[in-house]
């Protein structure tokens, strides 16, 4: 069994740090602990994203993304919103949902694992079940009132010291309008 481990681990190390389809869960490796996420000026930044909801009667209400997600494990609610809620590039010819000898290996022994990655790197717009799951949320959370559109901005914000405290600047980066 111990020489089973020590035959593993390389192969694990390599679908952990080279691999395109990330890391395997679980796994036997401890996160890579790299430090603070800094813009070019090396100014501490992040990503955000805010929802606001737009109803029927011209009035808007902020919602956050927790209790928009709140049935969601909490270490995985920005790794949803990016799939679901951000938009990306048009996927290429090539796509993942293509068909190659690899591709449709995997898609017959994993089928989640291309679908995950073609969600996760290219968007064709919103996915329709994505917007049925929004319209349902909307009536859960807002209960009497009709959600007409869910808009989700993202930001990156970049934090600088300022006047003896850390001081947020906000700056939009993409925008998707989901129409209920």
């Known amino acids: 069994m111990f020489a089973l481990v020590v035959v593993l681990l390389p192969v694990q190390y390599w679908f952990a740090r ?3 389809w990330g890391e395997p869960y679980p796994a036997l490796l401890m996160p890579p602990f790299d430090g603070t996420r800094t813009d070019r000026h090396g ?3 992040g990503e955000s994203v805010a929802i606001v909801v737009s109803f029927g ?7 956050p ?3 928009l997600l709140a049935m969601a494990p909490s270490g995985q609610i920005m790794a949803i919103a990016h799939i679901a809620l951000k938009p990306k590039p048009p996927p290429p010819l090539d796509s993942p949902t293509s068909p190659s000898s690899l591709r449709g290996f995997l898609k017959r022994v994993l089928p989640g694992l291309p679908l995950r990655m073609a969600r996760m790197n290219y968007w064709s717009g919103p996915d329709p079940l994505t917007v049925e799951w929004l319209r349902t949320r909307m009536r859960e959370l807002f209960p009497g009132r009709r959600a007409m559109r869910v808009t989700a901005d993202w930001y990156v914000d970049t934090y600088v010291w300022h ?15 989901v129409p209920l």
């Open 18 to 20: 080279a691999s395109p």
């Open 43 to 45: 100014r501490p930044s």
């Open 57 to 63: 009667d011209g009035t808007v209400e902020s919602v």
């Open 65 to 67: 993304l927790r209790t």
């Open 163 to 177: 006047a003896d405290r850390w001081m947020r600047q906000r700056t939009r980066s993409l925008s998707l309008d």
